[in-house]
């Protein structure tokens, strides 16, 4: 019950990737919107079945699956296409992510941290996350990091950047800001202070404690009971 939420987010190209890989090296329990968003658009989904019905056959690659570059170029150049396909989408998404939560509910994880592009723009999920994360890196960087990571030309790249929050906008909102500015060892670094923070409350002491207690009396239970069938 004492389970917590952390919404982690930046801005395409700012980041995040990096982040979200330290985190997993240090064994949190991470679950990735995007990664989930890639499974509930295969094919005879119902996700893939609507999207194919809006947004036709163009978008398909030849074995049948979702051409990702073709229907970003769609939705990043037209709002009311990306919101279309947001609605289709988003509520898969979010059954996927709740039992991926009940699941590290259940293994007895003291936090979960949720990587969602979108969360500051949606602003739906901001009530549930105990904090929230940005992934922060100026304009500039931001611009030249997409163009180079995806091969875009300029104005393709601004296009992808302009469809999100602006990062400076994204500043107050965020509880805690990973500035991914310098260094890959800066930014982890910066992580694993992070890291520490989440860790090290009080209440997760003594939910260790409580568990440690717990294995123990079983641990001595059990022996006591060898003990009797032995004797």
Known sequence: SSMFLVGLSGGIASGKSTVVATL???GCAVIEADAIARQVVQPQLRAYQQIVRHFGTGILLENGEINRE?????IFSHPEKRQLLNSITHPEIQKEMLKLILKYFVLGHRYVILDIPLLFETKRLIKFMKYTVLVYCDP?????????RDGLCQARAQARIAAQLPLQEKLPLATHVIDNRGDRAGTRRQVLRLHAQLQGSWHFLWARLAAGALVAGLGGLLFLLLRQCCS
């Open 70 to 74: 073709a229907l970003g170029d769609i």
């Open 140 to 148: 500039a960087a931001q611009l030249q990091r997409l163009m180079l």
């Open 24 to 26: 997993q090296e240090l």
